[in-house]
């Protein structure tokens, strides 16, 4: 019994080195690709579009339409 636990426990730790190795060279290998990516392919700025004004460009046949309709709400809805 004292046999196959410590083969089990051995098992454990050959395992997660294992798995503790991969992942350290997933990272490794993520990280180089970024910076391989970002100094040969760098991010070009694009012109952010203006947007237009709404505050001074609403109509006021759209204020009204919001007007009534929120008031037809506030008198069905009491």
Known sequence: ?????????ELMIIGMGIVFAFLAMLIVAVNLMSSVIQRYFPVQQVAKPVSP?????????????????????????Q
Do not use: C, P, W
């Open 1 to 9: 019994m004292n046999e196959m636990l410590s083969a089990g426990i």
């Open 53 to 77: 004004d709404f505050t001074t460009t609403t109509d006021s046949s759209i204020i009204a339409a919001i007007t009534a309709a929120v008031t037809q709400y506030r008198n069905k809805h």
